[in-house]
C-alpha cells in the first residue's frame, strides 16, 4: 500500500509537466481567420481629374473608406467592410469598382449601388454580386484558394453617397 501511493504520487509528479510541455508546443491552430484582409485598406481608383464628373460643392470624396474585401474563387458575392467618416447618416453608396488580374490589365469596370445603414463613424459590412460568374477569380490578398482561379486586384471611387434626413 505504501509503495503504490508513492508510485501514484511519483507519475502524477511527472506527468503534469509533460503535459503542460505537451499543450505549449502544440503546432495545431484551429479557426484560423486571415486578418490582413480585414485591415486591408481597398486602393481608390487615381483618374485624372479631368475625368471625374463635376461633384456637388458639399461632395466629400474621403468621406467613406472601404476595406476588408473579400471574395474567394467559389464565392458568387463579394463583401467589404464601409466605414463612414463623414458627419451625416449615410443610406446608400454608388461605387465605381475596377478589377485588375495581376499583370495590372482591367478585367472589369462597373458601377454598383450598395443599399446600407451607417451612422457618422461607424462602419457596415456590405455583400454586393460578384463580377466573376465563372468563378475564375479570387481575390489576391485574401486566404489561398482551393479551387484553380487567377489572382486580381480592386480599386474603388465613390461616385455618390444617400445621406438620411432627419428632422
Known amino acids: 500500500m505504501k509503495y503504490s501511493a508513492t508510485i501514484i504520487s511519483l507519475v ?3 506527468a503534469s509537466p509533460i503535459t ?14 486571415p486578418k490582413m ?5 481597398v486602393q481608390q481608383i487615381n483618374e485624372p481629374a479631368d475625368t471625374v464628373a463635376e461633384q456637388p460643392c458639399d461632395f466629400d470624396a474621403s468621406a467613406i473608406t472601404i476595406r476588408g474585401f473579400v471574395k474567394r474563387a467559389g464565392d458568387e458575392r463579394e463583401s467589404f467592410v464601409v466605414e463612414n467618416h463623414s458627419k451625416y447618416h449615410i443610406t446608400g453608396l ?3 469598382l475596377k478589377y485588375y488580374s495581376a499583370n495590372g490589365e482591367t478585367i472589369a469596370d462597373r458601377t454598383i449601388e450598395v443599399k446600407c ?6 462602419s457596415q459590412r456590405v455583400k454586393v454580386t460578384s463580377f466573376d460568374r465563372n468563378h475564375a477569380y479570387h481575390y489576391v490578398y ?13 480599386a474603388y471611387r465613390l461616385l455618390r453617397y444617400d445621406v438620411a434626413i432627419e428632422r
Open 20 to 33: 503542460l510541455a505537451a499543450k505549449q508546443s502544440s503546432t495545431t491552430q484551429r479557426n484560423l481567420r
Open 142 to 154: 485574401g486566404s489561398r484558394p482551393r479551387l484553380q482561379s487567377a489572382p486580381f486586384d480592386v
Open 117 to 122: 445603414d451607417i451612422m457618422p463613424g461607424k
Open 37 to 41: 484582409e480585414m485591415l486591408r485598406e
Open 94 to 96: 454608388k461605387l465605381r
Open 12 to 14: 502524477l509528479l511527472f
